[in-house]
């Protein structure tokens, strides 16, 4: 069996292991503060185990999220294992389901050669909690998502809910977070700060849908169209587009090889050239936010965005036109504080 690519911690204290699904990262950013949190916080050795499969995440992303964690948090990347017996079209659910499956038996090696305390999948990798009833170990389910409703808004569903919890169908649970990062977890330069610093403040509008948003070709090309028209400043965090004529909220074309700006509209990036600044794949978003000169954020509103936005005092528009905090009579929004990138 293959080894394990590791940075494991001398401690022999029974270790908090936390399992990493091979999603975007914007899946992964929330389970690497838990980790943090732990260690840094409650003195509680962490690990962060992640797979060694790429295809469904952003593979520069992920190195940046595991090169920000502090020495004091472990990190392992369970060996690769095959799927090339998929069907070239399967669903990225049914990818995921299965290379979580099949990696079972290189994480209960793992988990046997190390003194363990609890193993903490994310909600994706759930299937994993059989490996803490055969070792005998606590087990924990990570999901960081908000509440699906609210008394006001959903009281049908908040009822059922009720009832639920009434009968003992729900398992425990604890409340943690919210986990936001701070700047300095985002180190290094980049492409997209420089530019900010060099724009008026208030005037740029942020435009990105998360790790694991994608939009049509179709939709792509479209947003290219309206943020040209608009006349507005913006940075927009490009994603390849899905290739099967919809979008998806978590999906991915499994292949990084390919170049998003290369979906966009002919002449798109000269015409804009100097007003905008469209680059492939990610960004550091919580510097981006932190940035005088971004204005509002336009997202899909996945709950770690809104946190990060919040946090930066950001108003937020959404593509299900979901309210945002925007102030009349243009793009930008009121925030709280100021300063260049901190």
């Known amino acids: 069996m293959e080894p394990f690519a590791s940075t494991t911690a001398e401690d022999q204290r029974p270790h908090v292991v936390l399992l990493a699904s091979p999603a975007p990262p914007g899946h992964l950013i929330p389970l690497a503060e838990l980790a943090r949190w732990l260690a840094e916080h409650h003195g509680v050795p962490a690990m962060l185990v992640t797979f060694a499969a790429a295809d469904l995440a952003i593979p520069d992303a992920r190195s940046a999220?595991?090169?920000?964690?502090?020495?004091?948090?472990?990190?392992?990347?369970?060996?690769?294992?095959?799927?090339?017996?998929?069907?070239?079209?399967?669903?990225?659910?049914?990818?995921?389901?299965?290379?979580?499956?099949?990696?079972?038996?290189?994480?209960?090696?793992?988990?046997?050669?190390?003194?363990?305390?609890?193993?903490?999948?994310?909600?994706?990798?759930?299937?994993?909690?059989?490996?803490?009833?055969?070792l005998g170990v606590l087990?924990?389910?990570?999901?960081?998502?908000?509440?699906?409703?609210?008394?006001?808004?959903?009281?049908?569903?908040?009822?059922?809910?009720?009832?639920?919890?009434?009968?003992?169908t729900f398992s425990p649970t604890y409340p943690v977070g919210p986990f936001v990062r701070s700047i300095s977890d985002e180190a290094g330069e980049s492409v997209c700060l420089e530019w900010l610093d060099r724009q008026s403040a208030g005037s740029v509008v942020?435009?990105?849908?998360?790790?694991?948003?994608?939009?049509?070709?179709?939709?792509?090309?479209?947003?290219?169209?309206?943020?040209?028209?608009?006349?507005?400043?913006?940075?927009?965090?490009?994603?390849?587009?899905?290739?099967?004529?919809?979008?998806?909220?978590?999906?991915?074309?499994?292949?990084?090889?390919?170049?998003?700006?290369?979906?966009?509209?002919?002449?798109?990036?000269?015409?804009?050239?100097?007003?905008?600044?469209?680059?492939?794949?990610?960004?550091?978003?919580?510097?981006?936010?932190?940035?005088?000169?971004?204005?509002?954020?336009?997202?899909?509103?996945g709950w770690k965005l809104t946190l990060e936005s919040v946090a930066a005092a950001r108003g937020v528009e959404d593509e299900h036109r979901r309210p945002g905090r925007v102030r009349r009579g243009g793009p930008a929004a009121t925030r709280a504080g100021g300063g260049r990138r901190r």
């Open 65 to 134: 999220v595991l090169s920000s964690l502090p020495t004091s948090v472990a990190t392992a990347t369970l060996p690769a294992v095959p799927l090339d017996d998929l069907p070239a079209n399967a669903r990225v659910e049914t990818v995921l389901f299965e290379l979580v499956q099949r990696s079972l038996p290189h994480l209960r090696d793992l988990l046997r050669s190390m003194s363990v305390a609890a193993l903490v999948p994310d909600f994706f990798c759930s299937a994993a909690l059989s490996v803490t009833t055969e």
């Open 139 to 168: 087990g924990y389910v990570f999901f960081p998502s908000s509440f699906s409703a609210l008394e006001k808004l959903e009281p049908a569903a908040v009822e059922e809910s009720k009832k639920a919890a009434e009968k003992g």
């Open 206 to 301: 942020y435009v990105s849908f998360g790790s694991a948003g994608m939009l049509s070709v179709e939709q792509t090309r479209e947003l290219a169209a309206r943020l040209e028209m608009s006349g507005h400043r913006f940075l927009w965090v490009v994603r390849m587009p899905s290739l099967n004529g919809g979008s998806s909220a978590f999906g991915s074309n499994g292949g990084h090889d390919d170049d998003p700006l290369a979906w966009l509209p002919d002449g798109f990036l000269e015409r804009t050239c100097g007003r905008g600044l469209a680059v492939a794949a990610w960004a550091p978003q919580v510097r981006v936010l932190s940035q005088l000169a971004t204005a509002v954020f336009v997202s899909h509103c």
